[in-house]
């Protein structure tokens, strides 16, 4: 079985996706939208799709089975109820919504329409966050206690990118609230342990730049904050400290990369990273060491992504490859020797999507997952706005019971591979 799969936005970030659309055993007819439409036109020419459309409703009235979207960050909400209300499984590139009452009303309709609607959320797919959730699942991690995440990525390089939809206004568009674009950050501790954020303060930094577009009447949503740094309480009782940088004088190291976790601290192991290794250690259960004794066990995880798995098709080194900690196997022989994307996610992503739309299951990046690593960053900026008031942060729920998730194949041990050692064994012969 295929389905029929329509591609909204093609922009910066969509083509970086269509070979992988294309390729795909579960992919039919494949079409683009732009409201541009020459750039969906080159798209089609360039790799031989079923074609072009200007909007969402023309491939909506064709037919299209499923949508994935990829247009600016604040329309995302109102074109997947769109999609969903026709009857369409949709993908949206992060994040899922600008605004808790379109969570709402995204989960809602996922439930009531019953249809896959996920996010691309390649922090999800970060080789040493699958490999932290793999671990953390066992239960030899304990408890989670705290973790750092960040999201920092300057607007100035982001200028040429706003600048292809919004013109000589791009500015104004940048200047979207940083807590507005939360879920990298916030997915990494949260989809390692399953909890949400139940309460958060933050505080951000007021911009007074008059070459950027912060502050009352200068973008459409009155923001003043180019930086944002937010403290919150998770339902299993820990804490995140979360920092969204817009504008700053920092660039990623080569091979490096925007979003980082650099610290996730639980009772019995603790897991830190820097822009370019990570690093993880273990309590093995003996009282009252010295630290330079300590009976504890490091493990270098090494580079992001040590491939290559897969060739090289990207000229940004972090947009390829795979690491030890990913389950290739589990991927359609198509993608073997097609480009990936932000260490090693993309193609993961997208099988997601399309399995869980043909075998009506849910892929762990669901509506209901999303809404969990937004919404704390909406509610993060409010209380920016507040001075940094506490305020509480509502739970969409989970999805219905009677929704099957996806499965995948067994991964079994691959050569390689990094783990814990053994936590019970003594540190030291008898
Ligand atoms: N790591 C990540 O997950 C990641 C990385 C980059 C971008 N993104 C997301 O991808 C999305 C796209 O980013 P981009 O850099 O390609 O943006 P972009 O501005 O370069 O491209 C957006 C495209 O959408 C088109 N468009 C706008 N509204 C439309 C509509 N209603 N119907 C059809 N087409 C429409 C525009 O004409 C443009 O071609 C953003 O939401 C961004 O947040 C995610």
Redesign the pocket.
């Known amino acids: 079985m295929t389905i029929r799969l329509g591609l909204?936005?093609?922009?910066?970030?969509?083509p970086h996706f269509v070979a992988m659309f294309a390729a795909h055993p579960g992919v039919g007819a494949l079409y683009v939208?732009?409201?541009?439409v020459e750039?969906?036109e080159t798209l089609v020419a360039e790799f031989g799709l079923a074609g072009a459309a200007?909007?969402?409703d023309e491939l909506l009235a064709i037919g299209v089975d499923a949508v994935a979207?990829?247009?600016?960050?604040h329309?995302?909400a109102?074109?997947a109820l769109q999609a969903m209300q026709a009857g369409a499984h949709v993908y949206?590139?992060?994040?899922a919504a600008v605004a808790l009452d379109e969570l709402q009303a995204m989960t809602a309709a996922a439930a009531r329409h019953r249809r896959v609607c996920m996010t691309?959320?390649?922090?999800y797919y970060y080789p040493e966050i699958v490999f932290a959730r793999e671990e953390f699942a066992t239960g030899r991690w304990g408890q989670f206690i705290h973790a750092d995440a960040q999201y920092v990525h300057d607007w100035a390089t982001?200028g040429p990118?706003?600048r292809?939809?919004?013109g000589d206004d791009w500015q104004k568009y940048a200047a979207i609230p940083p807590m507005f674009?939360p879920t990298?950050s916030f997915s990494m501790p949260l989809s390692i342990t399953g909890a949400r954020v139940t309460h958060i303060s933050a505080h951000g930094f007021v911009d007074r730049g008059a070459d950027a577009g912060y502050g009352a009447g200068r973008n459409p949503w009155d923001n003043p904050f180019s930086n944002t740094v937010a403290l919150a309480r998770t339902s299993d009782g820990g804490t995140l400290r979360i920092g969204e940088f817009r504008r700053l004088g920092w660039f990623p190291l080569r091979n490096g990369r925007e979003?980082m976790m650099p610290t996730f601290y639980a009772s019995d192991a603790c897991m830190e990273s820097s822009m370019a290794s990570t690093f993880l250690t273990g309590r093995q259960g003996v009282e009252g060491s010295l630290s330079y004794e300590h009976p504890g066990v490091t493990v270098d995880l090494g580079p992001w992504v040590d491939g290559p798995y897969f060739e090289h098709g990207s000229a940004q080194d972090h947009h390829i490859g795979l690491a030890s900690a990913h389950h290739p196997a589990r991927l359609p022989r198509e993608y073997h020797g097609l480009a990936n994307?932000?260490s090693g996610?993309h193609q993961y992503l997208i099988d997601d999507f399309i399995r869980a739309c043909i075998e009506d299951a849910l892929p762990p990046t669901h509506i209901w997952a999303s809404a969990a690593w937004c919404a704390p960053g909406l509610v993060a900026h409010q209380s920016a706005l507040q001075g940094g008031a506490l305020l509480e942060v509502p739970d969409f729920g989970q999805p219905p019971d009677d929704w099957p998730r996806l499965t995948y194949p067994p991964r079994g041990v691959e050569p390689g591979r990094p783990r814990l050692p053994d936590l019970t064994a003594p540190a030291f012969p008898a």
């Open positions: 909204v936005g093609a922009g910066e970030f969509l939208a732009d409201l541009v750039r969906a200007s909007n969402l979207i990829f247009t600016p960050r329309t995302h109102v074109l949206i590139a992060v994040p691309g959320e390649t922090s982001w990118h706003f292809l939809t919004f674009y990298h979003v994307g932000h996610s």
